[in-house]
C-alpha cells in the first residue's frame, strides 16, 4: 500500500509516475512558498508537517512509524 492510494487521482497514476508527480508537487510548492518570501526554515517545517499527515493516512503501523520516524529530522541537522 503506498501513501498515493488516498488520493485517486495519484492512484490511477503508473507507479512509476507517482514520484515525478510528487516531486513536480514539492518543487512547485517550494517555489510558491519563496514568492511569499518564506524562510527555508519554514518551508522545511512546513514539508515536515505535510509529510507527517502523510504517514497519518498509512493504515498498517509499521509503515506509518517507519515513515513517521523520517519527519522528526530537525532543521538544523537537516541543514547539515
Same mark, same amino acid.
Given at each position: !500500500?503506498?501513501? *498515493? +492510494? %488516498?488520493?485517486?487521482? !495519484? $492512484? =490511477?497514476?503508473? $507507479? ?8 513536480? %508537487?514539492?518543487?512547485? !510548492? /517550494? *517555489? /510558491?512558498?519563496?514568492? &511569499? %518570501? ?6 522545511? &517545517? &512546513? ?11 498509512? !493504515? +498498517?503501523?509499521? +509503515?506509518? +512509524?517507519?515513515?513517521? $520516524? $523520517? ?7 537537516? =541543514? =547539515?
Amino acid at each position: !500500500m503506498s501513501w *498515493f +492510494d %488516498g488520493y485517486p487521482i !495519484m $492512484s =490511477k497514476l503508473p $507507479s512509476s509516475q507517482q514520484p515525478r508527480l510528487l516531486v513536480l %508537487g514539492l518543487i512547485s !510548492m /517550494a *517555489f /510558491a512558498f519563496d514568492l &511569499t %518570501g518564506c524562510s527555508t526554515q519554514q518551508l522545511y &517545517t &512546513t514539508g515536515q508537517s505535510w509529510q507527517r499527515n502523510e504517514c497519518n493516512r498509512l !493504515m +498498517d503501523q509499521l +509503515d506509518r +512509524d517507519r515513515c513517521l $520516524s $523520517s519527519t522528526s529530522t530537525s532543521y538544523e541537522t537537516y =541543514k =547539515k
